[in-house]
T-cell receptor, first 113, second 115 residues
């Protein structure tokens, strides 16, 4: 599976935007980029995913570099409830290994009031 | 609409014992995956069940086995428990639909402690 690299931790202030980076230089042309987050004492929660184009949903935006070797999860206005571990995951498309999610250690986001 | 539910929430076992963890998927979902999460690490994929069969398996020994029932609920069994099996066990469900099948919904997990 292609590997992702994320900072161990990041800090933000409440109501400010947060940009969480992810490097995936070995991404293949058919790998989707998924983001999940895990709040304290909970299971991971789906945030957003994309292939080539930038994506927006009610939770966040995903900005994908033109060469697809990196991506950024954007939280437009961080709240205390956004404090969590954020995981960037590459998921191969097609048959075979496309069912599992391969998690790294993620980025621990701390949000200050 | 109930999400993914897991039972029990906590469990303490001793080395060599066997354990069974249970999972009820989100309403309408037909696929169940199991993950193991050690402290400070990301979840690691154990296996996935669909149509009552194991569809894909991660790098876990045969001591880890599972089952899916006709109502799509699932069990994870671990035999001959080792200290290293102490972890949070997460169940995730998804729907085999073209647009959403790769989005997994996780339960809160079962915390297993092996003494």
């Amino acid at each position: 599976d292609a590997k992702t690299t994320q900072p161990n931790s990041m800090e933000s202030n409440e109501e400010e935007p947060v940009h969480l980076p992810c490097n995936h230089s070995t991404i293949s042309g058919t790998d989707y980029i998924h983001w999940y987050r895990q709040l304290p004492s909970q299971g991971p929660e789906y945030v957003i995913h994309g292939l080539t184009s930038n994506v927006n949903n009610r939770m966040a935006s995903l900005a994908i570099a033109e060469d697809r070797k990196s991506s950024t999860l954007i939280l437009h206005r961080a709240t205390l409830r956004d404090a969590a571990v954020y995981y960037c995951i590459l998921r191969p498309s097609g048959g075979g290994s496309n069912y599992k999610l391969t998690f790294g250690k993620g980025t621990l986001l701390t949000v200050n009031p | 609409d109930a999400g993914v539910t897991q039972s029990p929430t906590h469990l303490i076992k001793t080395r060599g014992q066997q354990v069974t963890l249970r999972c009820s998927p989100k309403s309408g979902h037909d696929t169940v995956s199991w993950y193991q999460q050690a402290l400070g690490q990301g979840p690691q994929f154990i296996f996935q069940y669909y149509e009552e069969e194991e569809r894909q398996r991660g790098n876990f020994p045969d001591r880890f086995s599972g089952h899916q029932f006709p109502n799509y609920s699932s069990e994870l069994n671990v035999n001959a428990l080792l200290l290293g099996d102490s972890a949070l066990y997460l169940c995730a469900s998804s729907l085999k639909d073209r647009l959403t099948k790769y989005i997994q919904y996780f339960g809160a997990g079962t915390r297993l402690s092996v003494l």
